[in-house]
């Protein structure tokens, strides 16, 4: 199953792709944008040309599994990525995944994709019998 992973931020969200018969993924692009219709937008491009069969969503809850007020903010982009667009989304904690992503780059102001595709691997470990 083609996949796609989000790393969302307020001011730019990460994007990997990856798939579940390979078990591979690879980060893909850090889109900026200055609202959510030009994110959509963007993300619409990123749909058409990969054709996932599921949108992953990194959830960022709180270290005591507290809800934090960027799960919120995700949990509202998860709505109208549903509303948009006719593909399963689901979220998947993504605790840590900034620390990973930085130990795996050797930039560490831009992380963004690297984060999405270290949620997506871990999503993919995960669920590797589904």
Not at 5 to 11: L, R, S
Not at 16 to 22: C, I, K, Q, W
Not at 68 to 84: D, G, P, W
Request: aromatic content about 4%; some cysteine.
């Amino acid at each position: 199953m083609q996949l796609i992973a989000i790393d969302y931020g307020t001011k730019n969200v990460g994007i990997a792709v990856g798939h579940t018969t390979t078990k591979t993924c690879s980060p893909l692009t850090i889109i900026s944008y200055k609202s959510h219709q030009n994110l959509l937008s963007k993300i619409k491009k990123v749909i058409d040309e990969w054709e996932p069969q599921m949108i992953i969503i990194g959830c960022p809850s709180n270290m005591d599994e507290s809800e934090s007020e960027m799960q919120r903010l995700v949990n509202s982009f998860t709505k109208k990525l549903e509303q948009k667009f006719n593909i399963p989304v689901t979220l998947h904690d993504e605790r840590l995944s900034s620390s990973e992503a930085r130990a795996l780059s050797n930039d560490t102001e831009k992380i963004d994709d690297i984060a999405a595709m270290v949620i997506l691997k871990s999503w993919i470990e995960n669920n590797e019998h589904s």
